[in-house]
């Protein structure tokens, strides 16, 4: 079965990062890379303090965080000599954050990026047992399984450097990814016309009031 590929990234043998040492080893990597990378995003929620236009988002000043969206040079972000594919998995209608996300995504590939959008019904096969991994894969050797915690903040990450399986993972996700949208393309039809996210609160961690 093709979606066995995704449960085996779980069960696989792999190094926890800290979130400084993935960041580290990742943008280490990441500057001397040529070719193309590939990043899975599935959940339908992330925690992004960091991000100050996901904070304005959050506290119900949507044309804040448009504004500091546009404001911002993804160029700057994007590898020098590797091409970034990234396959978001979307849920209609959007959570507020996938619906912020969305723009952010859509300016990130009027910059280079290379971000299209699949809607999780074409995905739901491949998730029988779990949702889609979080994965970032770097070359035929090493693979990231992203990891958060209960309210979608990043913890860290699983190193893992089995060829077969990320061979198999790359696979499968450059065949989702031939048959998903333009991220521009999608935000446009799908996104643009719609109404500000309702947000609420920024979450605390468990055990924080």
């Excluded at 993935?22 to 992330?46: N, P």
């Excluded at 889609?132 to 209960?150: G, Q, R, S």
Aim: aromatic share 8%; proline share 8%; charged share 25%.
């Amino acid at each position: 079965m093709p979606g066995e590929v995704f449960e085996h990234v779980r069960q696989a043998t792999g190094e926890v990062l800290s979130v400084a040492e993935y960041a580290t080893e990742f943008y280490d990597h990441l500057r001397r890379l040529e070719g193309v990378v590939w990043k899975l995003e599935r959940a339908q929620y992330f925690h992004e303090p960091d991000a100050p236009s996901w904070v304005a988002m959050m506290n119900g000043d949507w044309d804040r965080s448009l504004a500091l969206i546009r404001e911002t040079n993804f160029a700057d972000d994007l590898p020098p000599r590797a091409e970034l594919r990234r396959l978001r998995i979307v849920e209609m209608p959007p959570t507020p954050y996938l619906q912020w996300e969305i723009v952010l995504l859509a300016a990130r590939t009027k910059a280079g990026e290379r971000a299209r959008a699949l809607h999780a019904q074409s995905v739901r096969h491949l998730e029988r047992h779990a949702p889609l991994p979080e994965l970032v894969i770097l070359n035929p050797t090493l693979m990231y399984e992203v990891l958060y915690d209960e309210i979608g903040a990043h913890v860290g990450a699983r190193r893992i450097t089995d060829g077969t399986l990320i061979d198999g993972c790359a696979r499968l996700i450059a065949e989702l990814y031939a048959g998903a949208e333009d991220m521009v393309a999608f935000h446009d039809r799908e996104v643009a016309h719609l109404p500000p996210p309702v947000a609420g609160r920024i979450p605390s961690r468990p055990g924080q009031p």
